[in-house]
Nanobody
Framework: QLQFVESGGGLVEPGGSLRLSCVAS????????IGWFRQAPGKEREKISC????????IYIDSMKGRFTASRDNAKNTVSLQMTDVKPEDTGSYYC???????????WGQGTPVTVSS
């Protein structure tokens, strides 16, 4: 099955850290820009990050800049999102996708929930 397998979400206290990972299954991430998306409770899905084929990351949500970092390991067919100093407003389901444009992404992760609460 062609998909990303996600892991790493969970419950974390404010100020803590999480590392989300997506392992590509059945396809290669090589040559693909990879997007991270988040759907907060009751809200539309939004793009939070794009990591291009050279590993350069763009964070699109101002409140996440300086706290979130995306990375990729083509040899392991894996992308990651490192979340630090998390805040309650970071709560949501996080998805990786095989494009930085949601409509063009052929492959998605199943979503991993992140809850930031004390």
């Amino acid at each position: 099955q062609l998909q990303f397998v996600e892991s790493g979400g969970g419950l974390v206290e404010p100020g803590g850290s999480l590392r989300l990972s997506c392992v590509a299954s059945g396809f290669s991430i090589f040559g693909r820009n990879i997007g991270w998306f988040r759907q907060a409770p009751g809200k539309e899905r939004e793009k939070i990050s794009c990591i291009n084929v050279r590993g350069v990351t763009t964070i699109y949500i101002d409140s996440m800049k300086g706290r979130f970092t995306a990375s990729r390991d083509n040899a392991k067919n894996t992308v990651s999102l490192q979340m630090t100093d998390v805040k309650p407003e970071d709560t949501g389901s996080y998805y990786c996708a095989s494009s930085c444009t949601a409509a063009l992404a052929a492959y998605w992760g199943q979503g991993t929930p992140v809850t930031v609460s004390s």
